[in-house]
């Protein structure tokens, strides 16, 4: 039962153009939604979040947007660098329970 | 700045044989986790851990599975008799009290058990 889903497993960009990472969720109990980066060999790391009660968050190049009919989250990365090549992972939240989707790796070409 | 802090890093096992991953997570967080991704999966729930007891756990975390904080900085999490699907990255991570903050988790880099 996949509560979180990222449909894309990878994506590659160009340097300097838009990286648009999407996700679907299911749960209307979700009350809060992050985005996690992941590099091999270390842990997720937190990059953004948004509450359920929002439906933009924009902090420096990566803005978060949140469409709660569709229940569908999207992550903007503007201007992706190279340095953002990593696994992203979307999470959404209710009670203390995290649900993780699979990720998608994100390749940002030079 | 904090970090949780795992070890060890990779331990590879025999199948049958008893494991016991540690964290330390960050000093004045009150929510526990543990979490695992087997290789090229998604990232899995197995628990969390608040005021000394579970307070919730998925399926995958049956009866092989224990978790504890055996004082006041280590939270470690037993696996009695691995398999070979244990074999897994498990990530330890804490959060302060959910109220009304961002509910970030802080994860730990991982620690890789390999089953043989």
């Known amino acids: 039962d996949q509560q979180v889903k990222q449909n894309s497993p990878s994506l590659s960009v160009q340097e300097g153009r838009i990286s648009i990472l999407n996700c679907d969720y299911t749960?209307?109990?979700?009350?809060?939604f992050l985005w996690y980066k992941k590099y091999p060999a270390e842990g997720p790391t937190f990059l953004i979040s948004i509450s359920s009660i929002k439906d933009k968050n924009e902090d420096g190049r990566f803005t978060v947007f949140l469409n709660k009919s569709a229940k569908h989250l999207s992550l903007h990365i503007v201007p992706s660098q190279p340095g953002d090549s990593a696994v992203y992972f979307c999470a959404a939240v209710t009670g203390n329970q995290f649900y993780f989707g699979t990720g998608t790796s994100l390749t940002v070409i030079p | 700045e904090p970090e949780v802090t795992q070890t060890p890093s990779h331990q590879v096992t025999q199948m049958g044989q008893e494991v016991i991953l540690r964290c330390v997570p960050i000093s004045n967080h009150l929510y526990f986790y543990w979490y695992r991704q087997i290789l090229g999966q998604k990232v899995e729930f197995l628990v969390s851990f608040y005021n000394n007891e579970i307070s919730e756990k998925s399926e995958i975390f049956d009866d092989q599975f224990s978790v504890e904080r055996p004082d006041g900085s280590n939270f470690t999490l037993k696996i009695r008799s691995t398999k070979l699907e244990d074999s897994a990255m498990y990530f330890c991570a804490s959060s302060e009290d959910r109220g009304w903050n961002t509910g970030e988790l802080f994860f730990g880099e991982g620690s890789r058990l390999t089953v043989l």
């Open positions: 749960n209307s109990m979700f009350d809060y």
